[in-house]
């Protein structure tokens, strides 16, 4: 499980640093507006295209994590309603013993 994490962890690290190093070389560049979007777009579609496996790879691994966590929850949601209702049981039952007493 630690592998896992610091695959994602280091997937999302990559993608805000490629992020950021288009936004830098968006705000310091020596060309007009025009050429600098038409190299961004450009720049951005090799990106996607080059590292589309390693994204999706990552997608699904949060997925699964996802799913996991959601299956965990739920077996825990079950198994404290299960509980409650056990002392709801035990304490209808230490009722229904009291009140076979008749004291009249």
């Known amino acids: ?3 896992d994490k ?3 962890g280091f997937g999302l ?3 805000a640093g490629v992020v950021g190093g288009i936004i830098a070389g968006v705000l310091y560049a ?3 507006g025009s050429e600098m979007r038409a190299k961004v777009k450009e720049t951005i579609c090799d990106l996607a295209e ?3 496996p390693a994204v999706n790879e990552a ?3 949060a997925l699964d994590s996802i799913d996991l966590i959601k299956y965990k929850l739920e077996k825990q949601y ?3 309603g299960n509980m409650l209702k056990s002392k709801k049981m035990r304490k209808a039952k230490e009722l229904e013993d009291i009140s076979d007493y008749d004291f009249n």
């Open 78 to 80: 079950k198994k404290f």
């Open 30 to 32: 020596p060309r007009p």
């Open 50 to 52: 080059k590292h589309s």
């Open 13 to 15: 690290g990559l993608l």
């Open 59 to 61: 997608k699904r691994q």
């Open 1 to 3: 499980m630690s592998k």
């Open 6 to 8: 610091s695959s994602i």
